[in-house]
Every structure is written in C-alpha cells, then in structure tokens.
C-alpha cells in the first residue's frame, strides 16, 4: 500500500524535474551558454531534491521543519514560475506550455498526502482490531433494534388485549346497570301504584286509619359493623328524641324526604335505631 501513495508523487517528481531543466536549458540557452543554462536547471531542481530529502528524513523521525518546508515550496513555485514565464513568453505552442506548468506544485502535493498518509497508517494487525470492534458494535445495534422492536410489538400486543378486555368488561357493566335500572324502575313503579296499597290492604290491617300500607324498597349501600364501645357512647334514643329526629330528617328538603331517604341519612349522621323502631317512628311522624 505504501509503493501505492509513493510512486504517483516519484512519477510527478521526475516529470516535473525533467520539464523544468529541459525548459531551462532551452529558454536561457539562447541567452547564455548552454552549460550555464544546464548549471542553473539542475541548481533548481537539485534544491528542490535536497529540501524534498530533508523533509522525508524528518518524517520518518517522526519531526516537522517549518523552515525545510518553506525552502521546498519556494523551489517549487520558482519551478512552477519559469514554466508559466517560459508558456507565456513561447512563441509557438504557448497553451501546451501553460497546461504542464503545473506540475512542480502538483509533485510537491502529492507529498504532502503521501506524508499525512505515512503519519495516519495503521498495521494490519490494527487494522484487523478496528473492523472486529466496528462489526461488535454494529451486531450489538442491531440486536439493540430487534429488541427494542420485540417489545414495542409485544407491548402493542399487551395493550390491545387490555383494551379490548376493558371494553368487554365495560360493555357487560353497562348491560348490567341497564337491567338493574329497569328492574329498579318497576319496583318502584309497583310500589308507588294504587293497585299496591289495595292489594296490600286486602292482605293486612291498617296500622293507622285513613293511610293506605307501603311497602319500601331495601336500602343497598355501604355497611361499618358497630363496636361495642360505640354502641356505649351513643345512648339509645327514646320514643320521643326518636320522632323528633325523623321529622327534622324528613322535612330537611322539600319535597319531604321518602323514608329511604331520611333512614340513609339517619344513619350518616350518626344516630342509632333499629330497624323496627324507625320504622314505628316514621309511621307515627308521616300520621
């Protein structure tokens, strides 16, 4: 690899070498003798080998020399300056002149890349090392994506289910409270109807005359079991405390309460009565 990047910038270098002492000899030969011309031809290009060895030689030490760097260019622009001088003073063939003036500085580029590639190569060995690194962190992006791509797909997965489950679900609840509130509604249409009081009345004794007997709907709700020591703090009310509450209760809104009503409320507001004589209550209070 190494003969690859050198011998483009060795070719450049002996053309351009070869072209500046020819246009040398033949531009200062009618001025001069020819020996002198030759002399001055080769001082040129002798300079530019020299600063262009001193360069290599640093290199390979591992140092740079701004100076010798300098001195190469300079021989190579003054190369490049009696090509141009030479193409624009010819008399014949001026532009094929002109197109190869360009060399010297096209040779002296060609090894400044070959230098940057000198101080950037790599052994095989290395070389091997870096390609086995890149393809273990390309496998592990890869099987990172895959992964990433399971568990999105599987989550999608997982959410559709609990979607659909929950709209199942949702769907039975409403069904549910729909047949409820229907059920409901003719419980409380039978008991609200004339045909109840009379049916019941057929069956039963009135408690009080002039009132036709009710049945009342259960009361569903939340139930806290009472302590003992609850039970001691609050003292049983008495008949009478017992009708005053229920008619407070009751009258609290207008319309009256229902007797549903007013027992839920009885109860939240921490008062204690059984069923029996609440009820009792509630008769004396709605006669």
Request: neutral net charge; proline residues 4%.
């Amino acid at each position: 690899m190494r003969f690859k990047t050198v011998l483009p910038a060795v070719g450049m270098t002996a053309v351009s070498m070869v072209l500046t002492l020819a246009v040398v000899v033949m531009w200062l030969g009618t001025a001069m003798p020819w020996p002198v011309a030759l002399v001055v031809g080769v001082g040129i290009d002798g300079g530019w080998l020299a600063t262009l060895a001193y360069e290599r030689r640093l290199a390979a030490q591992g140092d740079h020399s701004r100076a010798v760097t300098a001195v190469g260019w300079s021989f190579g622009l003054l190369a490049t300056g009696v090509l141009v001088a030479h193409a624009l003073t010819a008399e014949h063939s001026a532009g094929a002149w002109l197109a190869v003036a360009w060399l010297p500085l096209a040779a002296k580029a060609l090894w400044l890349v070959h230098g940057l590639w000198e101080r950037t190569a790599l052994t095989p060995l290395a070389l091997d090392s870096i390609r086995g690194i890149q393809q273990e962190a390309r496998d592990e992006a890869a099987v990172a994506r895959a992964r990433l791509r399971a568990e999105a797909a599987t989550e999608e997965t997982r959410l559709t289910a609990v979607t659909e489950a929950g709209a199942r679900v949702a769907r039975v609840q409403a069904r549910t409270a729909h047949t409820l509130s229907e059920a409901w509604s003719t419980l409380e249409t039978a008991r609200a109807g004339e045909e109840t009081g009379r049916a019941l009345t057929s069956v039963t004794s009135r408690v009080t005359p002039g009132v036709t007997p009710r049945w009342e709907l259960p009361v569903w709700g939340p139930t806290e079991p009472l302590t003992g020591r609850s039970l001691e703090a609050m003292p049983a009310l008495t008949d009478e405390a017992l009708d005053v509450v229920v008619d407070e209760i009751r009258h609290s809104e207008a319309p009256a309460l229902s007797y549903r009503e007013m027992s839920a409320r009885f109860r939240a507001s921490g008062h204690s009565a059984s069923e029996v004589r609440l009820r009792a209550a509630w008769k004396r209070v709605v006669a």
